[in-house]
């Protein structure tokens, strides 16, 4: 296999994995030296390693797989623009309903008891270990042994704030 240079752009999607991982070994000096080539100027000085990873890995996943889909990037500057996070609210709130539409083939992923369990989406319920489910809430029942809410324990709906005591 050809010799690639560092900084240049992959077009192959197995590459990324592998530049993410080589990436997680980097110390703060080598993850600047990365910004530089990938941004094409420095990274700015107060961020902190987990930061320059973050945004070094987002960036070489857009390289191959694209950016943000032309509807989020409308969505995000809409927040931007509310003239506060309280009036943002009801945008965000609009975003996370269509988040949670579910598509055929979408992997869900939780970490419970120290194993890794990975769901997949079908048609008509979803697959785990092998056996088809109604519900994500039959799915956990089945992983922790105890009665939860499906989309609450794969991360599709957020913890409720819980209310002040009267």
Do not use: C
Not at 5 to 30: P, Q
Request: glycine share 8%.
């Amino acid at each position: 296999m050809p010799r690639v240079k560092i900084g240049a752009k992959r077009r192959d999607a197995a590459f990324i994995n592998v530049d993410i991982a080589h990436l997680r070994y980097l110390d703060i000096k080598a993850l600047r030296s990365r910004w530089r080539i990938s941004f094409g100027r420095d990274a700015p000085p107060q961020l902190a390693r987990h930061l320059l990873f973050a945004s070094l890995a987002y960036r070489l996943q857009t390289e191959v797989m694209g950016d943000l889909d032309a509807e989020t990037v409308r969505f995000l500057e809409k927040i931007e623009l509310a003239p506060s996070k309280k009036a943002a609210v009801p945008l965000t709130q609009a975003f996370e309903q269509r988040r949670r539409d579910l598509f055929p083939g979408t992997v869900l992923s939780r970490q419970w008891g120290g194993q890794h369990h990975r769901v997949m989406v079908l048609e008509g319920g979803f697959a785990w270990e092998g056996r088809t489910y109604s519900s994500l809430s039959e799915i956990a029942k089945s992983i922790t042994g105890t009665k939860w809410n499906g989309p609450r324990f794969f991360g599709l709906r957020d913890n409720k704030p819980s209310q002040p005591a009267r």
